[in-house]
C-alpha cells in the first residue's frame, strides 16, 4: 500500500532543500514539538506549533519544499559532469615580452661616483 502512495512517489519530487537545511528544519521542528508538548498551555498554541514542527520534519525528510517550488528557489548545489565551451573559462596567455615598465634587473655592480659618495 504504502508502494503505491506518497513514499513511492518520492524519488519523482525535485529535491530543492539541502542536506544542512534539512538538518537544521529537523532540529527546529524538535524544539517547536518540545514547547508545544511541555511548555505551551493554549490548546490553539499547541496545535499550532506542533503542526509547524510537522511540515518542517516532512519537509527535511522529503528534502522537498512546496513552496521553494512554487518561488523556483532551490538550495542544492548543481555541479555540471562536463564543462562546456560556455561554462569553462579560456587560458589566460602569457605574453612573451616583458610588460612596459617592468625592465629586467641587472646583477652588474652600480658605480658610484665621488660626487655621490659624499653625503
Known sequence: ???DGLLHNRKDMK???STQEAHIRTLVG???LLLALFLIDNAVG???FATIAAVLAG???LHSCPLYTLMDKSKQKVVPLTTTPETS???VPIPEKPVVGMEEEST???EV???EKVI
Do not use: C, Q, Y
Open 46 to 48: 499547541k496545535i499550532l
Open 15 to 17: 529535491k530543492n532543500v
Open 108 to 110: 652588474a655592480p652600480i
Open 113 to 115: 661616483t665621488e660626487e
Open 59 to 61: 519537509t527535511a525528510f
Open 1 to 3: 500500500m504504502l508502494r
Open 89 to 91: 573559462t579560456p587560458p
Open 30 to 32: 524538535i524544539i517547536l
